[in-house]
């Protein structure tokens, strides 16, 4: 007994006594591990069934793709690999083209997937009818998605005029190995049969059309020693080469992105869970205090009583991992209803068993270091508090500081496991402490303010008495609070002004249908069918190959989370500035003694890659070297659908290169589907892109997107409830005093209330206020500084959003108040006499 | 006239199946400016008469009449006003609001019934008792002598008709439990206020009107 844990009925009667601190301590438990342990559970999951067969994912061995003809050297080595029989070389082609029925006459922009017989080397194309999918993809046939019989009221067996000519919808594709999930597609899809290419007559010189070379390696082992050699003979500026180990397909580099977003929020969940935990703990042994105290009076020495607490938490702990685990379970299923949409329809859930102990882990972590500093204090506690209502004050400081730093430690390594990323986990890491510092800091001004303010109305008075009752956690909560809710309102702030920006306030008088791949030869006569004034851009596509003679590192490049100068660039010339540009830098366009050998470039290219003035770039234009000292930076003065170029050369310079044509126009909406038909009609190479369908679609996305992340974040506002009420438990009995003193002196209920509702209130306000205003600041830089796009503070929004916030700190605050209104005075007093 | 009636009250508490009868058909009355002291062992329910009587707790049978009136069935709200300005409570234990500076624990009840001197009123009682440089101090920076006498501004701030006081010198040394009977006698004197004292001094018994002793659950 001496050394041993106390009789099992002493601790459960400790547990039963203070079962609502006990309560929320579990509950504080579950939450820290539920949303990793979903979201890491999920993730697993997606990857198992979507990405893990990466063979499938690219439907080959080896990729190879260029937007331009694979290069004869490419080509030939393809060739003689195919006839040592080392290999299967497929070839595929794909791009948007608008396409007609014949009825009705309308058209749709779709995307175009030619394949050669044999396609794909992995993986199915599923169709409707449950037919091969080779037996079905004939010449002259196509098979298309539902999407496009249903926008162009068409049926399997009708035409449809693809190009120059017109194929017969042979089936419906219901899903295709290398594009598991087609809610980024711009249009419906559809397969042709590599014999029509030529009958198309879409695939030529400069147009957009993506060319691949799928390999198949008949020896696995080969796969890298012929893929380095493909990589050797390919011309590197324009084509990749990638096996299906190395190649990132956009749907998992979509995912490894938003996965990377979500764990941040529910790192950050994870870390308000932690400062409940540590508020919850103190309020369950807050209520031990004399109990402890009684102890040590008889002789129980400090590290016993530890001992006995230490294990009750294992217990709760132990309770709330359990409930964490299944609770982040069942969530995983549900997350398969929050990603509808962006998953294929049948994703196998499974359970993945390095999610759960990986939980476990981190729950056992999190209840160790949080509990820590409120089980270090039980030290503290002196016999002499039975007799006097003396503060206890922490002597040893240094296990606290201590303690802050593993905390500190556990963070930032969490940080760095789930981020995988130097640059973005330091970001992040200093982000939250320089969200925290701030908070604190100007917690800490309010609080003084509050203090020292002299209110005349008794109420609230009370009331802000109230938040300085000695021992309440006003200070963390508030800070807990202002920071969880800012970081919530910010994503709501960004979300809206990227919604203003892109989507709601497309401008009134802003092109509305652009048009792709005009020829030079074409100019006169589609401006003439067109018959609307216009404007025409030439579009030369490059790519970089090096600045101030620095090699551009492809590799590396495209690792680089946004944009990288790596891939192809639109090129156009022209000696004035567009209507909404300004030079920021070099005065004019262009300098007049430099020649024709400059260029002008766009400020957002110019800043992420550190070109100033007086650098020298150089392009590669169909082969050709062409190397241009920058002029000027530009900026846009209106960010909006609007046309804009990178890099713009003077006249002379490109005049003669190898050009297309662009174009952009505002129409009204019911007659786009007319021009488009008529466009496509005369000129079957032209793209034309209806931008209120591709906003239609980006819509969708973003709000899906919104959602996914607001549910994580919704996550910090349990925790940030759980600290409400933690407090308020450990401020229980503070707050039954309080009630009966004031009843006794004659004061009503309601009088109880309303002091009780406005110390909620003020609470509430100075969280919720200190939130939005920080939210405002840091959506406004991020939307200007890093978006580079305009500002709205979406008043009415935040004053709603303030609202209902503090509507739900007040309910919090009161619901546990309710027992403590309810406890009669008499009982109180005689309970509490001896003190 | 009475100021307080008690008429056959009962206060049975049952534990475990058991009933206990702590009072068992107590009938009593206290006169206006009457000065009375309760006495008994410990356990003999003095401080359950009291709070009968000053309406903090309901008899199991029997009625409480306090100026007249029946608060046997009153509600907490009905009683809010009674207890802030006919009553005047001084515990044992004082029972000061933690969270309130001495000053502002005298002012309370003054307060909460909108006097707009309350202010002025608690300072000039502070003065009184000796704690004008007290009086923004919190009560864990009191001691027991100074809460007690806090307690007792408080108690008589509202002028109330009666001042129920339950052994207010049981946690204090004789010098300082002497002190703060003197002020309730002297306060008692100057306002002709009604008294119910539990007390076990005999010196003080002596100086009362009437003293009644508990024993077995009633009057003898
Ligand atoms: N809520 C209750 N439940 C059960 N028994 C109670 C309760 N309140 C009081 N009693 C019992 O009633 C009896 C009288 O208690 P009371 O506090 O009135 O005594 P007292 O005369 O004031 O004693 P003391 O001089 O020690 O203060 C005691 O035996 C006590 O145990
Ligand atoms: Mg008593």
Same mark, same amino acid.
């Given at each position: 007994?001496?050394?041993?844990?106390?009789?099992?009925?002493?601790?459960?009667?400790?547990?039963?006594?203070?079962?609502?601190?006990?309560?929320?301590?579990?509950?504080?438990?579950?939450?820290?591990?539920?949303?990793?342990?979903?979201?890491?559970?999920?993730?697993?999951?997606?990857?198992?069934?979507?990405?893990?067969?990466?063979?499938?994912?690219?439907?080959?061995?080896?990729?190879?793709?260029?937007?331009?003809?694979?290069?004869?050297?490419?080509?030939?080595?393809?060739?003689?690999?195919?006839?040592?029989?080392?290999?299967?070389?497929?070839?595929?082609?794909?791009?948007?083209?608008?396409?007609?029925?014949?009825?009705?006459?309308?058209?749709?922009?779709?995307?175009?997937?030619?394949?050669?017989?044999?396609?794909?080397?992995?993986?199915?194309?599923?169709?409707?009818?449950?037919?091969?999918?080779?037996?079905?993809?004939?010449?002259?046939?196509?098979?298309?998605?539902?999407?496009?019989?249903?926008?162009?009221?068409?049926?399997?067996?009708?035409?449809?005029?693809?190009?120059?000519?017109?194929?017969?919808?042979?089936?419906?594709?219901? #899903?295709?190995?290398?594009?598991?999930?087609?809610?980024?597609?711009?249009?419906?899809?559809?397969?042709?049969?590599?014999?029509?290419?030529?009958?198309?007559?879409?695939?030529?010189?400069?147009?957009?059309?993506?060319?691949?070379?799928?390999?198949?390696?008949?020896?696995?082992?080969?796969?890298?020693?012929?893929?380095?050699?493909? *990589?050797?003979?390919?011309?590197?500026?324009?084509?990749?080469?990638?096996?299906?180990?190395?190649?990132?397909?956009?749907?998992?580099?979509?995912?490894?992105?938003?996965?990377?977003?979500?764990?941040?929020?529910?790192?950050?969940?994870?870390?308000? $869970?932690?400062?409940?935990?540590?508020?919850?703990?103190?309020?369950?042994?807050?209520?031990?205090?004399?109990?402890?105290?009684?102890?040590?009076?008889?002789?129980?020495?400090?590290?016993? +009583?530890? *001992?006995?607490?230490?294990?009750?938490?294992?217990?709760?702990?132990?309770?709330?991992?359990?409930?964490?685990?299944?609770?982040?379970?069942?969530?995983?299923?549900?997350?398969?209803?929050?990603?509808?949409?962006?998953?294929?329809?049948?994703?196998?859930?499974?359970?993945?068993?390095?999610?759960?102990?990986?939980?476990?882990?981190?729950?056992?972590?999190?209840?160790?270091?949080?509990?820590?500093?409120?089980?270090?204090?039980?030290?503290?506690?002196?016999?002499?508090?039975?007799?006097?209502?003396?503060?206890?004050?922490?002597?040893?400081?240094?296990?606290?500081?201590?303690?802050?730093?593993?905390?500190?430690?556990?963070?930032?390594?969490?940080?760095?496991?789930?981020?995988?990323?130097?640059?973005?986990?330091?970001?992040?890491?200093?982000?939250?402490?320089?969200? +925290?510092?701030?908070?604190?800091?100007?917690?800490?001004?309010?609080?003084?303010?509050?203090?020292?303010?002299?209110?005349?109305?008794?109420?609230?008075?009370?009331?802000?008495?109230?938040?300085?009752?000695?021992?309440?956690? @006003? *200070?963390?909560?508030?800070?807990?609070?202002?920071?969880?809710?800012?970081?919530?309102? $910010?994503?709501?702030?960004?979300?809206?002004?990227?919604?203003?920006?892109?989507?709601?306030?497309?401008?009134?008088?802003?092109?509305?249908?652009?048009?792709?791949?005009?020829?030079?030869?074409?100019?006169?006569?589609?401006?003439?069918?067109?018959?609307?004034?216009?404007?025409?851009?030439? +579009?030369?596509?490059?790519?970089?190959?090096?600045?101030?003679?620095?090699?551009?590192?492809? #590799? #590396?490049?495209?690792?680089?989370?946004?944009?990288?100068?790596?891939?192809?660039?639109?090129?156009?010339?022209?000696?004035?500035?567009?209507?909404?540009?300004?030079?920021?830098?070099?005065?004019?366009?262009?300098?007049?003694?430099?020649?024709?050998?400059?260029?002008?470039?766009?400020?957002?290219?110019?800043?992420?890659?550190?070109?100033?003035?007086?650098?020298? +770039? @150089?392009?590669?234009?169909?082969?050709?070297?062409?190397? $241009?000292?920058?002029?000027?930076?530009?900026?846009?003065?209106?960010?909006?659908?609007?046309?804009?170029?990178?890099?713009?050369?003077?006249?002379?310079?490109?005049?003669?290169?190898?050009? @297309?044509?662009?174009?952009?126009?505002?129409?009204?909406?019911? #007659?786009?589907?007319?021009?488009?038909?008529?466009?496509?009609?005369?000129?079957?190479?032209?793209?034309?892109?209806?931008?209120?369908?591709?906003?239609?679609?980006?819509?969708?996305?973003?709000?899906?997107?919104?959602?996914?992340?607001?549910?994580?974040?919704?996550?910090?506002?349990?925790?940030?409830?759980?600290?409400?009420?933690?407090?308020?438990?450990?401020?229980?009995?503070?707050?039954?005093?309080?009630?009966?003193?004031?009843?006794?002196?004659?004061?009503?209920?309601?009088?109880?209330?309303?002091?009780?509702?406005?110390?909620?209130?003020?609470?509430?306000?100075?969280?919720?206020?200190?939130?939005?205003?920080?939210?405002?600041?840091?959506?406004?830089?991020?939307?200007?500084?890093?978006?580079?796009?305009?500002?709205?503070?979406?008043?009415?929004?935040?004053?709603?959003?303030?609202?209902?916030?503090?509507?739900?700190?007040?309910?919090?605050?009161?619901?546990?108040?309710?027992?403590?209104?309810?406890?009669?005075?008499?009982?109180?007093?005689?309970?509490?006499?001896?003190? | 006239?009475?100021?307080?009636?008690?008429?056959?009250?009962?206060?049975?508490?049952?534990?475990?199946?058991?009933?206990?009868?702590?009072?068992?058909?107590?009938?009593?009355?206290?006169?206006?400016?009457?000065?009375?002291?309760?006495?008994?062992?410990?356990?003999?329910?003095?401080?359950?008469?009291?709070?009968?009587?000053?309406?903090?707790?309901?008899?199991?049978?029997?009625?409480?009449?306090?100026?007249?009136?029946?608060?046997?069935?009153?509600?907490?709200?009905?009683?809010?006003?009674?207890?802030?300005?006919?009553?005047?409570?001084?515990?044992?234990?004082?029972?000061? &609001?933690?969270?309130?500076?001495?000053?502002?624990?005298?002012?309370?009840?003054?307060?909460?019934?909108?006097?707009?001197?309350?202010?002025?009123?608690?300072?000039?009682?502070?003065?009184? &008792?000796?704690?004008?440089?007290?009086?923004?101090?919190?009560?864990?920076?009191?001691?027991?002598?100074?809460?007690?006498?806090?307690?007792?501004?408080?108690?008589?701030?509202?002028?109330?008709?009666?001042?129920?006081?339950?052994?207010?010198?049981?946690?204090?040394?004789?010098?300082?439990?002497?002190?703060?009977?003197?002020?309730?006698?002297?306060?008692?004197?100057?306002?002709?206020?009604?008294?119910?004292? &539990?007390?076990?001094?005999?010196?003080?018994?002596?100086?009362?009107?009437?003293?009644?002793?508990?024993?077995?659950?009633?009057?003898?």
């Amino acid at each position: 007994m001496k050394n041993g844990i106390l009789h099992p009925r002493f601790i459960v009667r400790q547990i039963v006594r203070s079962r609502r601190q006990a309560i929320v301590f579990v509950l504080c438990v579950a939450l820290s591990i539920v949303t990793l342990i979903s979201l890491n559970g999920f993730s697993a999951s997606v990857n198992a069934s979507l990405l893990n067969d990466a063979k499938t994912l690219h439907a080959a061995d080896i990729i190879i793709q260029s937007y331009y003809e694979i290069s004869p050297g490419t080509v030939n080595t393809v060739r003689q690999f195919e006839d040592q029989n080392e290999i299967i070389g497929h070839r595929v082609w794909e791009f948007y083209s608008v396409v007609r029925n014949r009825k009705g006459r309308d058209s749709l922009l779709a995307k175009l997937k030619i394949v050669q017989p044999g396609y794909p080397f992995y993986g199915q194309v599923v169709l409707k009818s449950g037919r091969k999918f080779a037996g079905v993809l004939t010449p002259g046939s196509i098979i298309v998605a539902q999407r496009l019989l249903d926008r162009l009221n068409l049926k399997v067996g009708d035409p449809l005029h693809v190009g120059s000519t017109t194929l017969t919808i042979k089936d419906v594709v219901l #899903q295709e190995p290398d594009q598991p999930v087609n809610i980024f597609l711009l249009g419906p899809r559809i397969f042709i049969a590599a014999a029509d290419i030529d009958r198309l007559d879409l695939v030529k010189k400069g147009s957009r059309v993506r060319h691949f070379y799928l390999i198949k390696v008949l020896q696995e082992d080969k796969i890298r020693s012929i893929a380095d050699r493909l *990589r050797d003979v390919s011309d590197a500026e324009q084509e990749r080469v990638d096996t299906y180990r190395t190649a990132r397909s956009r749907i998992k580099r979509f995912f490894d992105n938003l996965f990377f977003d979500l764990s941040l929020i529910s790192i950050f969940t994870l870390l308000l $869970a932690g400062i409940g935990i540590q508020s919850a703990l103190t309020a369950f042994l807050k209520e031990k205090e004399k109990t402890i105290a009684i102890m040590k009076t008889v002789g129980a020495k400090s590290h016993f +009583i530890t *001992r006995q607490y230490i294990f009750i938490l294992s217990i709760l702990g132990l309770a709330g991992t359990i409930i964490g685990l299944l609770a982040g379970l069942l969530l995983q299923s549900g997350l398969d209803v929050l990603f509808r949409g962006f998953l294929p329809e049948n994703i196998a859930l499974i359970i993945s068993w390095r999610a759960v102990l990986e939980g476990l882990c981190l729950g056992v972590l999190v209840v160790g270091l949080f509990s820590f500093i409120p089980l270090h204090r039980l030290k503290d506690i002196k016999p002499v508090i039975i007799f006097r209502k003396e503060r206890i004050r922490s002597q040893a400081r240094l296990p606290i500081y201590l303690s802050g730093f593993l905390i500190l430690a556990f963070f930032v390594l969490l940080v760095f496991w789930q981020v995988n990323e130097l640059k973005t986990a330091l970001y992040f890491i200093l982000g939250v402490i320089l969200l +925290i510092v701030i908070t604190a800091v100007s917690t800490g001004a309010v609080l003084l303010i509050l203090k020292r303010s002299r209110v005349r109305s008794l109420l609230i008075r009370q009331a802000i008495k109230g938040l300085f009752r000695p021992k309440n956690a @006003t *200070r963390p909560i508030i800070i807990t609070l202002t920071a969880s809710f800012a970081v919530i309102f $910010a994503i709501y702030l960004i979300e809206q002004n990227l919604d203003a920006s892109f989507i709601q306030s497309y401008p009134g008088d802003a092109p509305n249908v652009f048009f792709l791949d005009i020829q030079p030869s074409q100019l006169e006569k589609f401006s003439d069918v067109l018959g609307l004034p216009a404007q025409y851009y030439p +579009i030369i596509r490059a790519k970089i190959m090096s600045i101030n003679g620095q090699k551009i590192n492809r #590799q #590396q490049e495209r690792r680089r989370r946004g944009d990288n100068l790596a891939r192809t660039f639109n090129l156009t010339y022209r000696n004035h500035l567009l209507e909404d540009e300004v030079i920021v830098k070099g005065g004019r366009l262009y300098q007049k003694s430099w020649g024709d050998r400059q260029v002008s470039v766009m400020d957002t290219v110019a800043d992420s890659n550190q070109m100033k003035i007086g650098d020298s +770039i @150089t392009f590669k234009v169909q082969g050709v070297p062409l190397q $241009a000292r920058i002029s000027s930076i530009r900026s846009r003065t209106r960010e909006s659908i609007r046309p804009f170029f990178y890099f713009v050369f003077p006249d002379n310079t490109l005049r003669d290169a190898p050009q @297309t044509i662009f174009t952009a126009v505002r129409i009204a909406k019911p #007659q786009i589907s007319a021009l488009q038909t008529k466009i496509v009609e005369n000129f079957p190479n032209i793209s034309v892109i209806d931008t209120t369908e591709l906003l239609m679609i980006f819509t969708g996305v973003v709000k899906k997107l919104s959602l996914i992340i607001r549910f994580f974040a919704a996550f910090s506002i349990v925790a940030g409830i759980l600290i409400i009420l933690s407090s308020i438990l450990a401020t229980r009995y503070a707050r039954i005093q309080e009630a009966v003193y004031y009843k006794i002196l004659g004061a009503r209920n309601n009088f109880v209330v309303k002091v009780f509702t406005l110390e909620n209130l003020v609470l509430g306000l100075v969280s919720t206020g200190q939130a939005l205003l920080i939210s405002q600041a840091a959506s406004w830089l991020i939307c200007i500084k890093v978006m580079n796009i305009s500002y709205q503070p979406f008043i009415i929004d935040s004053i709603l959003l303030l609202g209902v916030t503090l509507l739900l700190v007040v309910t919090v605050g009161l619901l546990p108040s309710i027992s403590i209104l309810r406890k009669k005075p008499v009982v109180f007093l005689r309970e509490h006499t001896q003190e | 006239m009475p100021v307080v009636e008690a008429r056959n009250i009962t206060k049975t508490y049952t534990i475990a199946n058991r009933e206990i009868r702590v009072l068992d058909d107590v009938s009593l009355s206290v006169a206006e400016g009457e000065f009375l002291v309760v006495e008994g062992s410990s356990g003999s329910g003095k401080t359950t008469l009291l709070s009968l009587l000053s309406g903090l707790d309901k008899p199991s049978s029997g009625r409480v009449l306090l100026e007249e009136m029946d608060i046997t069935e009153a509600s907490e709200d009905d009683l809010a006003p009674l207890r802030n300005e006919t009553i005047g409570f001084v515990f044992q234990s004082f029972h000061l &609001v933690p969270s309130l500076t001495a000053l502002e624990n005298v002012m309370f009840p003054a307060e909460i019934r909108r006097d707009p001197q309350a202010h002025d009123k608690a300072a000039e009682l502070l003065k009184r &008792v000796g704690l004008q440089k007290r009086s923004d101090n919190y009560p864990h920076q009191l001691s027991g002598g100074e809460m007690q006498r806090v307690a007792m501004c408080r108690a008589v701030i509202n002028n109330p008709k009666i001042i129920f006081a339950d052994e207010p010198t049981g946690n204090l040394d004789s010098e300082n439990g002497k002190a703060v009977l003197d002020l309730l006698l002297e306060f008692k004197k100057e306002h002709q206020t009604t008294l119910v004292l &539990v007390t076990h001094s005999i010196d003080i018994a002596r100086i009362a009107d009437r003293m009644i002793i508990l024993k077995d659950g009633r009057i003898s």
